[in-house]
């Protein structure tokens, strides 16, 4: 266990659903991540959030819209996905986001394996 | 265009051996790079990085070498166990010096590391 949940482990809906994917760390780290894995093509950084505050967003679609009430707590709401979105959604947390320290050091979820249809 | 890429997609070692992953990256400006692990099932898991001043690094059984001259990286497993398997994951951070983004970080595709007893 990394001290990183996440839920569901496994989702799959259709595209004109709304959905959430929850994550929650234990560890007291302030920021946490949001990162899309596909089959084919590597791992991608969605969203971070630096003590709540987002700090990136690297030209994410609208339909996935990210909320985080608190350093414990980030939230990936979904709404009319396409079949190309299935992929495994993984959260990480670290002490900060500061790349410059020695605190760089990511810890990830299990993830959740999300289907559209 | 920028990117980190794999020369092998996977590596089958026999127990005992020791592992070198590879792999090859564009942006000489990369501040620093890291290697991650991911079991079946599993979210990725930090293994070790290096910055972009240092050639070696070493940690429990791992050695990471940068090799500024032709752009390469490699992970180094000693007396590679059949736990050890799982793919393998660089990753590159370029800071963004006097920009709002805290910077960007670009992962490869992985290699797939079979350990046979």
């Known amino acids: 266990e990394t001290g990183v949940t996440q839920t569901p482990r496994h989702l799959v809906m259709g595209m004109t659903n709304k959905k959430s994917l929850k994550c929650e760390q234990h560890?007291?780290?302030?920021?946490m991540y949001w990162y899309k894995q596909s089959a084919k093509k590597p791992l991608e950084l969605m969203f971070v959030?630096?003590?709540?505050?987002?700090?990136e967003n690297n030209s994410v679609p609208s339909r996935f819209s990210p909320e985080c009430p608190n350093s414990s707590h980030l939230f990936l709401h979904l709404h009319t996905l396409q079949p190309e979105d299935s992929a495994l959604y993984l959260c990480?947390?670290?002490?900060?986001?500061?790349?410059?320290?020695?605190?760089?050091?990511?810890?990830f979820g299990p993830g959740t394996r999300l289907t559209v249809l | 265009g920028e990117s980190v890429g794999l020369h092998l997609p996977t590596l089958s070692v026999q127990e005992g051996d020791n592992s070198i992953i590879n792999c090859a990256y564009s942006?000489?400006?990369?501040?620093?790079f890291i290697w991650y692990k991911q079991e079946s099932g599993k979210g990725p898991q930090f293994i070790i990085d290096?910055?972009?001043?240092?050639d070696k690094r070493q940690g429990q059984r791992v050695t990471v070498l940068l090799n500024k001259t032709v752009k390469h990286l490699s992970l180094q497993i000693a007396a590679t166990q059949p736990g050890d398997s799982a793919v393998y994951f660089c990753?590159?951070?370029?800071?963004?010096?006097?920009?709002?983004?805290?910077?960007?970080?670009?992962f490869g595709q992985g290699t797939i590391l079979t350990v046979h007893p």
């Open positions: 990480a947390s670290s002490q900060d986001f500061s790349w410059t320290s020695g605190e760089r050091e990511q810890f």
């Open positions: 560890l007291g780290h302030n920021a």
């Open positions: 959030y630096n003590f709540k505050e987002q700090t």
């Open positions: 942006n000489s400006a990369s501040d620093y």
């Open positions: 290096i910055r972009s001043n240092m």
């Open positions: 990753a590159e951070f370029l800071a963004n010096a006097g920009g709002t983004s805290y910077g960007k970080l670009t």
